[in-house]
């Protein structure tokens, strides 16, 4: 078994994408063992500057991955494992940007195993999502062995899967230590609402400005929500098992969680008198239900998720609740 504070000891990390929600629970994380430096690279797009942890361990670069020049000046740090979070998201954003959809998540994603490759670092961890690669056809629960869809209705969706091919064929090609982690909804602190973020964020910002809750569909829809403490905790696994090589890995909460329900819960937790509102799907989105297997996950990594969706739920709502200024000031509509 592997000793996580051991194999971070002392270790150098790039983290792409650390001012984004996920990317800065995990700075934060990986900051609570005793790791030498953290570098950052995030342009700010999606991420915001005050997620960011103030720790003198930290060297931020506010610039694209895209960026040649910042990309050889964070390899030039010697970087012992890379987690590669930064990404062009999500799919509506992807519809309305597809050529920049297409420059983050493919090109991006090629120069950073590029250089990743030129710097033979010791392992390198890439975020994909679950909630793309299968598709909307794919029977439940989604299994790393299902071959990924044919069909797609996002950009988003497709150069996802464009990421995990580029990792697969430079861990072929090239032997580079790479690994999947598709995450399945995540949510929780850290994640800021706006036009393109997720349901719970703005579901939390509408429900705390006591506006109805508008769901697009029936309401039965479900999604298989990640509590994004224990996301973190499958994506550090992932970095230093040597078992985990390869990959992919679901990374989610296994459960089926009805979007109407989830409406309720947060109205309720918030005291909100407005209700829910039904609008039309939206066109692309084709998926009813979400529920992943995470047996790999558990066999290989260890990792199990350990926050009921409930309890997540009132801890995001506690932090909304803890930065609402930021919050009103960063959200993006």
């Given amino acids: ?28 994380r990986l900051l609570q063992y005793d790791v030498e430096k953290i570098i950052v690279i995030d342009d700010l797009s999606a991420g915001h500057d005050w997620l960011v942890p103030r720790d003198e361990r930290i060297i931020f670069f506010r610039r694209s991955i895209l960026d040649d020049e910042v990309l050889k000046r964070a390899y030039a740090l010697r970087p012992d494992i890379v987690f590669h979070l930064a990404a ?25 195993l590029e250089y990743a490759n030129i710097a033979r670092v010791g392992r390198v961890v890439v975020a994909g999502s679950g909630c793309a690669v299968y598709g909307h056809e794919a029977p439940l629960p989604f299994r790393e062995d299902m071959p990924p869809a044919l069909r797609y209705t996002t950009p988003y969706q497709i150069h996802k899967l464009l990421t995990e091919l580029y990792a697969y064929w430079f861990h072929e090609y090239y032997k580079l230590p790479v690994t999947v982690v598709r995450y399945f909804n995540v949510y929780g602190p850290g994640e800021v609402p706006g036009k393109y973020r997720n349901v719970i964020p703005n579901f939390i910002y509408w429900a705390l400005n006591k506006q109805p809750l508008p769901i697009t569909g029936t309401g039965e829809e479900t999604r298989d929500f990640t509590y994004v403490e224990d996301a973190v905790e499958a994506t550090i696994l992932a970095a230093v098992k040597k078992e985990a090589v390869g990959g992919p890995f679901n990374i989610a909460g296994g459960r ?10 947060v109205n309720k937790l918030t005291g909100n008198p407005a209700g829910i509102t039904y609008k039309p799907r939206r066109d692309w989105d084709r998926s009813v239900r979400r529920l992943a297997s995470i047996e790999k996950a558990k066999k290989v990594l260890g990792w199990q998720p350990k926050t009921p969706f409930e309890e997540g739920l009132k801890k995001t709502i506690e932090w909304f609740k803890q930065n609402w200024e930021n919050i009103k000031t960063s959200a993006k509509w």
Avoid at 7 to 16: H, P
């Fill in 1 to 28: 078994m592997v000793n996580v504070k051991s194999a971070l000891n002392g270790v150098r990390i790039l983290v792409t994408g650390g001012a984004g929600f996920i990317g800065s629970n995990l700075t934060r």
């Fill in 88 to 112: 062009h998201f999500a799919n509506q954003n992807s519809v309305d940007h597809p050529e920049t959809d297409l420059l983050v998540n493919g090109l991006g994603t090629l120069k950073v």
């Fill in 256 to 265: 089926e969680i009805k979007i109407k329900y989830l409406a309720e819960l």
